[in-house]
């Protein structure tokens, strides 16, 4: 160990008398919201429980660091997008999606409500100028942060031979 490491280390040590805060265990993933989508649905009561081709435009807008990760997007006329459903809460095991009091687990459903509210939607490409996607298909709220965007998979041809 280096001199300044063990200064450091000397540093760091409780002294008598001090206190900590327990500090809850840190997250298992860091997730970088790229963007917001812009639709029409102003609450939760006006969205579609999920998006359909002849659904509204919506407006996908990258945050400008990442526009040039688009190149090539155009290509595909179905894509996958990604994002948190920002106001869901996460604590739901089971739940009884029409209010009738039967009720299934959360990974049984696809409701908003889960432990890490992701949402995903394949929505049809209208057109992308600079940084925003125009897209047919989704089913969020005016507002919600995107996390990816994708290429179909069944529309994706893959560059690379496939493994055996
Ligand atoms: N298509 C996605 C999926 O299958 O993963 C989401 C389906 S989920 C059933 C769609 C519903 O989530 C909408 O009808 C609305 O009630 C709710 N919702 C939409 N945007 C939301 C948001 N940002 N926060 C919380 N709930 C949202």
């Known amino acids: 160990m280096t001199r300044d490491r063990a200064t450091d280390q000397r540093h760091d040590a409780i002294r008598q008398g001090e206190t900590v805060l327990e ?6 993933a860091g997730l970088v919201f790229i963007g917001r989508i812009e639709t029409p649905f102003k609450s939760r009561r006006e969205c579609p429980r999920q998006g359909t081709h002849d659904g509204p435009l919506c407006t996908i807008h990258v945050a400008a660091d990442y526009a040039p990760a688009l190149a090539g997007l155009e290509a595909f006329e179905t894509i996958e997008v990604l994002y948190w459903l920002h106001e869901a809460r996460r604590d ?12 299934k687990g959360t990974f049984a459903l696809r409701s908003p409500l889960r432990p890490n509210p992701i949402g995903t939607a394949l929505v049809r490409l209208v057109g992308i100028a600079g940084s925003v996607v125009t897209v047919r298909g989704l089913d969020c709220l005016d507002g919600t942060p995107l996390l990816d965007l994708k290429p179909d998979r ?5 560059l690379a031979p496939p493994k055996a």
């Open 23 to 28: 500090l809850l265990p840190p997250p298992d």
């Open 92 to 103: 739901l095991l089971a739940q009884s999606p029409k209010g009738d009091g039967e009720t």
């Open 154 to 158: 069944c529309a994706y041809t893959p």
